[in-house]
């Protein structure tokens, strides 16, 4: 530990400053209340502040950020960022970036918050005044002993000096520009000990319910009239979700300049308290009734990325209690709430979380730019609906399996999830898309030779070599063939591995009927196959069966405990195919489904595919049924 | 490809979103080459009958207005209602809530010794109804604001462009304030619509001390009763409650009347 006096330390920040060569950040005054910005001198810092009205996350996820600017000559990254130095970060906002950390290295890797990373050097303060609605002190109950922080430098003011510890080697290099820095004498370091223990102490509120039960707590209170009581008062605002600190999800736009040709893609901050945070083109709203969205970002916090991510996506601030008009997002009121049930639960410790090595992280990945492609050929297939096939420019094969998806960037439009049609193999592959947002709309009226950009293959598709042998029935409904004919196609394919395939498929009409052709073909690959239409218009022509999906079921023969049923349809369509399945017997973890979302970024950080728990874009869109027992929000 | 014919026409408004467009300066030379600008009173001396896209400034007041925006949109393919007198009918909606003899005392009569009787030859006091654009004929495209934002101008000129959705969020202005670190009006003394007004202006006014008074509108499933409560929490009564929804959103009240 060192000790630095106050006037050293102003002097150190001003010759940073003089430096030029880093932007220096800090937390300076804005009218009664405190925010992060750029520092012109040391002496605008306040580093008296009990809170700020957004934490630091803005320096790493920005409010708005260039994910990539584009123009006629094609896609561009930006240049990476000048070099920061950020003054006076609280623990609990250390500890939220380290969650973000987590969130954001997780299996992909974030380029673009790993660059803010790397580029950032974080000096740490120990508070001295804590803000009335925060209770970091609680939450450092959830572990046994105190987490080491992700600091490069930590200050605690010691009256007319700081103490400061050095968290890291980037942290001793930026010390040594600082003139006369003594070693802290037993006393000094004493002192730092007992304000830590005062300022846990002074954010130490009367939470009833540990923080290590709120998993238990809040898995038991799914159904408590809770949600609607105060759902009733929330303003659906999004506040709580900007202003946290370990709020994570986003939105991309495209934004286009005034020539029509040149522009960025844009990714902002989003909240899942927001109506159409999950809203897909067609219209679905997934989450719509308020009490489900205010008790979606509690259960995010206490119980989903727990169990994700080992970590309650919490960390005592009190931004969104202080920031929240209605006064109704304070956890530990709600907390307190729940736990007049008389459950209070008491769970094992976390897990300590553990300092990113950010150096160790190659910057080498590539998350958001789209590769290259090539439409090799176009047909209009109805009315709704086209048929593509697609070539990489790189002349990789896509690499997929059946039943994931890949993203469709058209630049200056945007990003539109996918599904892949073809079987695995072959250097192109094929998707049968409809016409009904931005990105399909633009897609449709693209030729032979005209090119996209594709990210991908995503999520977790059907599992293929797992059905060998068994008896499959494959259901579909409306678009639900698109997804489902990459597997049916897989089978035909290598049609000795597997057992009686039969498919039923319906659609509204007779002029929406896809891959017609295709299916004149399925009898003599040995698949069986009924067809429906909901209803046959005056003057149109159909041979089939007249009626929705379901009434196909009782027509065909199998043995309902030997075989897999494979469903894929439109939301309300699964209701009743699955109804009739399971009460004809086919057991739940016979039955697979495929999910549609808002699978926006497709790696698992955007949030808006999610449905409970689970990250739609990643553990499915393909999942088991028996899998979905727990989570409500899938149907 | 032949540039889109652009025609500008101002109904009752104060020809603030004109002003705006004019505004625009070095971007107008981009708009330009975009469009070709035909009639555009605030901006140029020629008129035309002849034109693609038709820009609406103002609300539907007068007989002879009706008529008239009935034949520029039978002539424009693309119709866009431009600020909010022609979105929702502007501040002087509100006046549809008294009878023309109340409004008639409140502009000529309303200060002792300065009362006069200019206004009794205006026949329009007598039937004073200020409509929004759109309960006339069909708008294709809004753009919100007192005034427009001009940004939101060229991003909704690029979006009819491209055939793209237009870019007006469904969200409240409480995300823009957030995003811009404000201090909530709320905690600094004022009253604001904020919680229940559409975004896409980047939340200029409580950003700059102001308050928002929801110029552009509601989101479409505004949390009324919420929002209700809290003016009330934070000190309003019921009758300024009211006053605050019937500066730019009296619409709102007539059409939840006309519901009941």
Redesign the interface.
């Known amino acids: 530990m060192k000790i630095l006096s106050k006037d050293n330390f102003h002097a150190f920040v001003d010759t940073l400053i003089q430096e030029g060569s880093m932007n220096i950040e800090g937390v300076k005054a804005?009218?009664?209340?405190f925010?992060f910005g750029p520092l012109d001198s040391a002496k605008e810092l306040r580093l008296d502040y009990d809170v700020t009205?957004?934490s630091p996350k803005?320096y790493f996820l920005p409010?708005?950020e260039t994910m990539m600017a584009f123009d006629s000559t094609g896609v561009k990254k930006p240049a990476p960022a000048k070099k920061k130095v950020i003054i006076g970060v609280h623990p609990y906002d250390i500890m939220a970036i380290m969650q973000m950390d987590k969130y954001f290295f997780d299996t992909n890797v974030d380029d673009a918050y790993l660059e803010k990373r790397k580029n950032a050097t974080i000096i740490g303060l120990i508070p001295k005044n804590v803000s009335e609605k925060a209770f970091f002190g609680n939450m450092s109950q959830l572990f046994d002993s105190q987490p080491e922080l992700a600091y490069d430098l930590m200050l605690a003011d010691l009256g007319d000096k700081f103490a400061v510890m050095v968290g890291s080697e980037r942290g001793k290099a930026l010390l040594e520009k600082a003139q006369n820095v003594a070693e802290a004498t037993p006393e000094e370091a004493q002192k730092v000990q007992q304000l830590q223990k005062d300022v846990q102490q002074k954010a130490t509120r009367n939470l009833k319910a540990s923080p290590r039960g709120w998993h238990d707590l809040l898995a038991a209170n799914y159904s408590s009239p809770v949600w609607k009581e105060q759902g009733?008062?929330?303003?659906?605002?999004?506040?709580c979700t900007?202003?946290c600190p370990t709020c994570f999800c986003y939105d991309v736009?495209d934004?286009?300049?005034?020539?029509?040709t040149s522009g960025a893609r844009i990714r902002?901050?989003d909240?899942c308290l927001?109506?159409?945070f999950t809203k897909v083109a067609p219209g679905e709203i997934f989450r719509e009734k308020?009490e489900d969205r205010y008790r979606h970002r509690f259960n995010r916090k206490g119980q989903y990325l727990p169990e994700m991510l080992g970590f309650v996506a919490c960390v005592g601030c009190g931004r969104c209690s202080s920031?929240c008009?209605?006064d109704i997002a304070d956890p530990v009121e709600l907390f307190n709430k729940l736990a007049e049930g008389g459950m209070v639960p008491e769970g094992p410790a976390f897990e300590l979380p553990i300092k990113a090595d950010l150096a160790a992280i190659p910057d080498t990945t590539n998350l958001y730019i789209p590769r290259s492609a090539t439409l090799k050929r176009v047909e209009k297939v109805t009315k709704t609906e086209t048929f593509f096939e697609i070539q990489l420019d790189d002349g990789q094969p896509l690499g997929h399996q059946p039943g994931q998806f890949v993203e469709v960037s058209i630049m200056?439009?945007g990003e539109a999830p996918i599904s892949v049609s073809s079987a695995p193999g072959g250097n192109t592959f094929e998707m049968v898309v409809r016409n009904v947002?931005?990105v399909t709309?633009?897609l449709h009226g693209l030729k032979a030779g005209d090119k996209i950009g594709i990210r991908g293959p995503f999520g977790t598709g059907f599992d293929f070599e797992a059905l060998k042998g068994k008896n499959l029935l494959f259901v579909a409904g409306g678009l639900g063939i698109v997804p489902m004919r990459s597997l049916i196609n897989q089978v035909l394919n290598n049609r000795a591995d597997y057992g009686k395939v039969q498919i039923l498929y319906g659609c509204k009409e007779p002029c929406e009927l896809l891959f017609a052709d295709e299916i004149k073909s399925w009898p003599d690959k040995g698949a069986e196959h009924l067809l429906t239409v909901d209803k046959c218009p005056e003057g149109e022509c159909w041979e089939g069966n007249i009626g929705v999906v379901g009434t196909l079921v009782p027509k065909v023969q199998f043995v309902p405990q030997d075989t897999m049923a494979i469903v894929v349809g439109p939301p309300i369509f699964y209701r009743f195919v699955i109804a009739d399945l399971k009460k004809i017997g086919v057991p739940e973890e016979n039955i697979i489904v495929s999910l549609e979302r808002r699978m926006k970024c497709g790696v698992g950080k955007c949030g808006h595919c999610q449905m409970n728990g689970i990250y739609v874009c990643k553990e499915g869109p393909v999942f088991n049924l028996a899998d979905l027992k727990d989570i409500p929000e899938a149907f | 490809m032949t540039k889109p014919r652009v025609a500008f026409f101002d109904f009752s408004s104060c020809e603030g979103c004109q002003l705006q467009v004019v505004n625009l300066e070095e971007?107008l030379l981009?708009?330009l080459?975009?469009v070709d600008i035909v009639e555009f009173r605030e901006a140029m001396k020629e008129s035309s009958t002849e034109y693609d896209i038709a820009i609406i400034e103002g609300s539907i007041t007068r007989p002879i207005d009706v008529e008239r925006i009935k034949k520029i949109r039978e002539r424009a393919s693309i119709l866009i209602a431009m600020g909010a007198c022609a979105h929702l009918g502007g501040v002087q909606r509100m006046s549809n809530q008294w009878t023309g003899e109340e409004n008639k005392a409140e502009v000529y009569k309303r200060h002792p010794g300065s009362e006069t009787t200019k206004g009794d030859s205006n026949p329009y006091f007598a039937q004073p109804r200020h409509r929004a654009v759109d309960e006339i004929v069909k708008v294709d495209a809004t753009i919100p604001g007192c005034p427009i934002d001009t940004a939101e101008f060229?991003?909704v000129?690029?979006a009819l462009?491209?055939?793209?959705?237009l870019?007006i969020p469904?969200?409240?202005v409480?995300?823009e304030c957030?995003?811009n670190?404000?201090?909530?009006v709320?905690e600094?003394g004022g009253f604001c619509m904020?919680?229940?007004a559409r975004a896409g202006c980047g939340a200029p006014c409580p950003t700059h001390g102001g308050e928002c008074e929801a110029c552009r509108g509601y989101?479409?499933?505004p949390?009324t009763?919420?929002?209700n409560?809290?003016l009330k929490?934070y000190g309003l009564t019921p009758e300024q409650i009211m006053n605050r929804k019937t500066m730019y959103t009296y619409r709102y009240v007539e059409e939840a009347k006309g519901g009941e």
């Not at chain 1, 804005?30 to 209340?33: H, M, N, Q």
């Not at chain 2, 462009?161 to 959705?165: A, E, F, I, N």
């Not at chain 2, 670190?181 to 909530?184: A, H, L």
């Open positions: 804005k009218g009664e209340k925010v009205i957004l803005k409010q708005f009733d008062k929330c303003l659906g605002c999004g506040t900007l202003v736009k934004e286009v300049n005034l020539d029509l902002t901050w909240g927001l109506r159409d308020i920031q008009i209605p200056g439009i947002g931005d709309s633009k | 971007a981009d708009v080459a975009l060229g991003r000129l690029v462009l491209q055939g793209k959705k870019p469904d969200y409240p409480c995300v957030k995003k670190e404000n201090i909530c709320f600094t904020g919680p229940i989101v479409d499933h949390h009763q919420a929002h409560e809290v929490k």
